[in-house]
């Protein structure tokens, strides 16, 4: 199994920049995929970036420009870098992760809260 833990979100100012962090442990040789999602309060949880083991990142288009996600796989840590935030990126944020030979294991983490007020 793999395990997720979130931290580095909190209330910032529109405008503001944030680096959101993942710890991943466990079968985390098993881990492909990997990625950051967001939920705002009424709204169904949406893909805001992904990036493949050793691969290229993709980006929903609300997000490509501004925000920047990595892997840094010495320390086993994902992170997602946040510029130019505005009120509409409140959310909790998810890490999520895809391992196993096919693939067919998804993990997520609790979530961390990112607030951006105008």
């Known amino acids: 199994q793999v395990q997720l833990v979130e931290s580095g979100g909190t209330s910032v100012q529109a405008g503001g920049s944030l680096r959101l962090s993942c710890a991943f442990s466990?079968?985390?040789?098993?881990?492909?995929?990997m990625g950051w999602y967001r939920q705002a309060p009424g709204q169904q949880r949406e893909l805001v970036a992904t990036i493949s083991f050793g691969g290229p990142a993709t980006y929903a288009d609300s997000t490509k420009g501004r925000f920047t996600i990595s892997r840094d796989n010495t320390n086993n840590t994902l992170y997602l870098q946040m510029n130019n935030l505005g009120p509409d990126d409140t959310a909790v944020y998810y890490c999520?992760?895809?391992?196993?030979?096919?693939?067919?294991?998804?993990?997520w983490g609790q979530g961390t809260q990112v607030t951006v007020s105008s």
């Open positions: 999520n992760a895809h391992y196993g030979r096919f693939n067919q294991h998804t993990a």
């Open positions: 466990g079968s985390i040789f098993g881990i492909n995929d």
